[in-house]
């Protein structure tokens, strides 16, 4: 199974109101207001995050799927832009 598939299969929004769309090496994945997060498959089992921290200033994390569910659930409930730590394993 690939590290974006299985991303997908860990990854629990539990009520946010997001769009999930998988691309052939990518998920970008919306938030009402305007958010993205876009996930890329990044080799050796691992994923790439990149959302946005700052205006126009990108963010990317390269880590496990696990690790990016985590880091996905926690930029997608912030309610302003800034940088999110990297959640422990």
Not at 39 to 49: C, M, T
Request: a negative charge; charged letters at 30%.
């Amino acid at each position: 199974m690939s590290p974006l598939s299985r991303l997908l299969e860990e990854l629990d929004l539990g009520g946010l109101r997001c769009a999930v769309t998988r691309r052939n090496d990518s998920v970008v994945i919306d938030r009402d207001d305007g958010m993205q997060v876009v996930v890329r498959d990044a080799g050796s089992e691992l994923v790439e995050v990149a959302y946005e921290q700052a205006l126009h200033d990108t963010a990317c994390e390269t880590c496990s799927p696990a690790i990016a569910a985590a880091l996905l659930r926690a930029v997608l409930s912030r309610r302003q832009l800034e940088r999110v730590p990297l959640p422990k394993a």
